[in-house]
């Protein structure tokens, strides 16, 4: 894993993903969890491939600006850089975009978690 790591992320804005579908918003326009949804489905394909086997990231910290509305519809990607690695913990620089252009921007934190050990928290 290395600092500078890209990932880009594509999909079409469905109704399913507006604000009014997904209740934090009442218009039929990308909802804000949408965006920060495939910016951290963006995050999470860019370090997968370079993990040990078993391990995964979850994410721990969002901190996005939603800048413009999207229509349904339309083509929306979000774009990943990894920025920065301490130890179990990488912060990444997050960009969404529509056909028009930037949609928002901010930075997202994950943790590298060995998914067995993770799990058998929740183990009764």
Same mark, same amino acid.
């Given at each position: 894993?290395?600092i500078?790591?890209?990932?880009?992320?594509?999909?079409?804005a469905r109704?399913?993903?507006?604000?009014?579908?997904?209740?934090?918003?009442a218009?039929?326009? &990308?909802?804000?969890?949408?965006?920060? $949804?495939?910016?951290?489905?963006a995050?999470?394909?860019?370090?997968?491939?370079e $993990?040990?086997? /078993? %391990?995964t990231t979850? /994410?721990?910290a969002?901190?996005?600006?939603?800048? %413009?509305?999207?229509p349904? #519809?339309?083509?929306?990607?979000?774009?990943?850089?990894l920025?920065?690695?301490?130890g179990r913990? $990488?912060?990444?620089e997050?960009?969404? &975009?529509?056909e028009? #252009?930037?949609?928002?921007k #901010?930075?997202?934190q994950?943790?590298?978690i060995?998914?067995q050990?993770f799990m058998?928290k929740?183990?009764k």
């Open positions: 894993m290395e500078g790591m890209t990932y880009t992320l594509e999909r079409t109704e399913q993903d507006s604000a009014a579908v997904m209740g934090s918003g218009v039929h326009v &990308f909802a804000t969890p949408a965006m920060i $949804l495939l910016m951290e489905e995050a999470a394909f860019c370090v997968q491939s $993990l040990p086997e /078993g %391990s979850v /994410g721990t969002v901190n996005v600006q939603h800048v %413009s509305a999207t349904i #519809g339309a083509k929306v990607s979000a774009i990943t850089r920025v920065g690695i301490n913990l $990488l912060e990444f997050v960009e969404a &975009f529509d028009k #252009g930037l949609i928002g #901010g930075t997202h994950r943790a590298v060995d998914v050990r058998s929740f183990d």
